[in-house]
């Protein structure tokens, strides 16, 4: 069985201009994550999704980032305009019931971005 | 605030020892606390879980307590192997699934 998957695994952006990232969950699993690390802090959360519906948005970092899954299958991060803060390591995750907060997580391999 | 700390600093030991990492939480009691494991280029991958109820946990060579007075978690690798190098990020499962990570602690064996 595939794992999370992530695309691009990296990407090299100017400071102003547009990047999309796309997650896509282990099939099967209602909830994805996003989250994200910068260089030298945690691994922090962003957003999550249950099926196609936003469940929990309450670390995105402001309105520049916004989130997608239409369908609950797939889901897109789109940064735009990118700032140099946003550069770091995006990772998604998937889980596969709803309601039980120790389901197990599974994590892709991230997308590292840098905003120059 | 509700935080996990790790100690930053990486841990060296030597093939065969007993690496020990260490979780602590303030101002909070999880319900939960989950350890994995994240190699280089890679995302985080779940090891164990432990519940505030259980005071241990095993997994082959791997094992975890809690400590709810000391509000600390212990993770302990056996018979370390140089395979067993990596980060190990402690996490706690807040009331709406979302994880809430440590800094992680490096570890490197030696052989």
């Known amino acids: 069985e595939a794992g999370v998957t992530q695309f691009p695994s990296h990407s090299v952006i100017e400071k102003g201009q547009t990047v999309t990232l796309r997650c896509d969950p282990i099939s099967g699993h209602d909830n994805l994550y996003w989250y994200r690390r910068v260089m030298g802090k945690e691994i922090k959360f962003l957003l999550h999704f249950v099926k196609e519906s936003k469940q929990d948005e309450s670390g995105m970092p402001n309105n520049r980032f916004l989130a997608e899954r239409t369908g609950g299958t797939y889901s897109t991060l789109k940064v735009q305009p990118a700032e140099l803060e946003d550069s770091g390591v995006y990772f998604c995750a998937s889980s596969q019931v709803s309601g039980f907060t120790q389901e197990t997580q599974y994590f892709g391999p991230g997308t590292r971005l840098l905003v120059l | 605030s509700q935080k996990i700390e790790q100690n930053s600093e990486a841990l060296n030991i030597q093939e065969g020892k007993t690496a020990t990492l260490t979780c602590n939480y303030t101002?909070?009691?999880?319900?939960?606390l989950q350890w994995y494991r994240q190699d280089p280029g890679r995302g985080p991958v779940f090891l164990l879980l432990i519940r505030e109820n259980e005071k241990e946990k095993r997994k082959e060579r791997l094992k975890v307590t809690f400590d709810t007075t000391l509000k600390q978690s212990l993770f302990h690798i056996t018979a370390s192997q140089p395979a067993d190098s990596a980060t190990y990020l402690c996490a706690r499962n807040t009331g709406f699934q979302k994880l809430v990570f440590g800094t992680g602690t490096r570890l490197l064996v030696s052989p």
């Open positions: 101002n909070y009691s999880p319900a939960y």
